[in-house]
């Protein structure tokens, strides 16, 4: 706790597989990757879950869970909770990266949180901000802030419960949209269980603007249909 640079993790190259991030504390002038900071590398199968980068002065918050420096895959990890906040940018509660070679896919996204204390909200977005990177196959609920950045592309990907901001979509490349995933159990608990039950629109095949897209999210199918299925668990 207490750096300004990768709460849980600071490495240049890494491969982080399996890892748990819980509850790192960045607080500082310019500071990045609450969870971890990274240069370049892989992240697999990893969850992030209430780390927190907040910064001081007029300097901006990057990944309240995860931050790449140039180039990486991040994939089949979920990040719960996780808050970017500051006086100017804070981007992003959940993965921010700098540069066209990162790639984000099938990560499931619950209750991310940016926000900036002096100036306009477009600033602080809640989910994912990559300059010139690409989101597929993601799913977003419960953001605070924009979901993705402006400068962000994605393609099959589900935007539910976010605040809309300079856009929804981001680089909107098809296979978008916006519906309840239906998860298993969404009280923001522990008994939080972000699988999806077998009607959801994140299951494979049933995408409802392009079935070909396949499962979305990082958890599998794991239950069928619920009583009153239009809210995910609750």
Known sequence: QGAMDG???C????NLTNCNFERNIIV???AAGGGA???AGIV???TFRSNR???DLNLAAFGGGLHIDRAGLVTHCMFIDNTADCNAAARAGAISGFGSAILVSNCTLYGNHAATIERDSLFAVGGIDLSGGTVDHTIFYGTTGPAVSSRTSTTCCCFFATSIGASLHGIDHGGNFSADPL???GDAGALLDLRLQTDS???PGRNPTDPRCGLLGAGIVGCGPLPGNNRSGN
């Open 7 to 9: 709460g849980g993790v």
């Open 11 to 14: 490495a240049d190259n890494a």
């Open 28 to 30: 500082g002038g310019f």
């Open 37 to 39: 900071r990274i240069g």
């Open 44 to 46: 697999t199968g990893c």
């Open 53 to 55: 980068v907040r910064a």
């Open 183 to 185: 998860f298993c159990k």
């Open 201 to 203: 629109p994140c299951a």
